[in-house]
């Protein structure tokens, strides 16, 4: 009977309990659901720009699913790329393919060079570029009959980013430096934030001449101060001693896990106003921060539906993510990142204005 009275006991207090209800209930398939339309994507299909590309390589690209676009010249295929509107450029020079990628991401530069040796194996033995028989007893019997295109020689490439050492922990390490920063810090001080609430210290400081923004900010920058050496040591220890790819300024990178920690403590004690427990602070986890992973950049947005897609625009995650990217990869300055950087202060700041909104709940000065 008293193991009985014990059941009952937490069954009642679960179900008076709505928001772990909605969590137990709702969040686990909120995230599966993501996982599914994330992975069940589209499959990855190359964008190539093609300068001076013969008929039939650029046919049989498209054949295999490869978005071509013909440019009239290195120039402006060059400018496309450097704007990663396209992932590689294919031209043919002295009878061989020469590929430029992108080079950001791995998998993308592996998938292009892929598809080029199947292309090229399946030319070789196509009746378009099938030996000229004046050419049969001569040196040069493999030279194609298309364009001067010899489908046996071996591609020429080189990289607009990265290069071949480049791994998948360098394309990926810059957005990994922007979760973990993003998610301790939100966790942290939303937990923190709540224990000052909790202990009553918040409510003395509302009975103080104290005005609300003055609360808030006093708590942003006295929390700022360790979000901002955690941050610091994070960026200085992935790039110095895990030895991520660092092409360009180390104090942009510090800037943007800087502003990153600040969007997320802001966002952090914003919501730590709506849960009256750790554990409810904990809760928020799956329904704030693991969207967010999914369209940071870990996984290629390209693939997913446009109407998905759109989601990642509101994901303060995901401006940090591409900010570090464009650093740490492409060595890209302020002026490619200025809008990412002004989003995330924009962010913190509309966070900041709710805060204050939300603190009079609490007690109206």
Do not use: C
């Not at 679960?14 to 137990?24: G, N, V």
């Not at 998948?168 to 979760?179: A, E, M, T």
Request: no cysteine; proline share 4%.
């Amino acid at each position: 009977m008293r193991i009985r009275a014990l059941i009952l006991r937490i069954t009642q207090q679960f179900i008076h309990d709505k928001r772990t209800m909605a969590l137990l209930i709702v969040a686990p398939l909120l995230v599966l659901t993501l996982m599914y339309l994330v992975f069940n994507g589209d499959s990855y299909k190359p964008a190539l720009g093609a300068v001076n590309l013969p008929s039939a390589f650029a046919s049989a690209l498209e054949n295999h699913d490869a978005e071509i676009t013909s440019f009239p010249s290195q120039e402006e295929a060059a400018a496309s790329l450097e704007k990663q509107e396209i992932d590689g450029i294919i031209s043919i020079k002295e009878g061989k393919p020469d590929i430029r990628l992108e080079g950001s991401d791995p998998k993308k530069s592996q998938a292009i060079m892929m598809l080029i040796r199947t292309v090229q194996q399946e030319l070789l033995s196509s009746s378009a570029f099938a030996p000229n028989a004046a050419a049969s007893d001569s040196s040069d019997a493999t030279a194609s009959s298309a364009d001067g295109l010899t489908p046996t020689a071996s591609p020429e490439i080189s990289y607009l980013h990265g290069g071949e050492e480049m791994t998948s922990f360098d394309s990926f390490g810059p957005v990994l430096i922007g979760v973990f920063a993003f998610f301790f810090v939100f966790l942290i001080a939303g937990v923190s934030f709540l224990k000052e609430r909790t202990s009553g210290t918040l409510e003395r400081l509302l009975a103080t001449p104290l005005k609300r923004w003055e609360i808030v900010a006093g708590y942003i920058a006295g929390f700022g101060i360790f979000t901002g050496i955690q941050a610091v040591l994070i960026a200085i220890y992935s790039i110095h001693v895990l030895g991520l790819m660092m092409n360009g300024s180390i104090w942009l990178v510090l800037l943007i896990t800087l502003l990153l920690s600040i969007t997320a403590l802001s966002f952090g004690t914003f919501l730590s106003a709506f849960a009256n427990t750790e554990f409810q602070m904990i809760q928020f986890i799956p329904i704030v921060i693991v969207p967010q992973v999914f369209f940071s950049g870990l996984f290629d947005l390209d693939n997913m539906s446009p109407w998905l897609r759109w989601l990642s625009t509101i994901m303060p995650l995901k401006y940090g993510a591409d900010a570090l990217r464009s650093v740490m990869i492409r060595g890209q300055g302020w002026q490619d990142i200025d809008l990412d950087l002004y989003i995330l202060i924009g962010l913190s700041l509309l966070f900041m204005a709710a805060n204050v909104l939300a603190l009079r709940k609490h007690r109206r000065i």
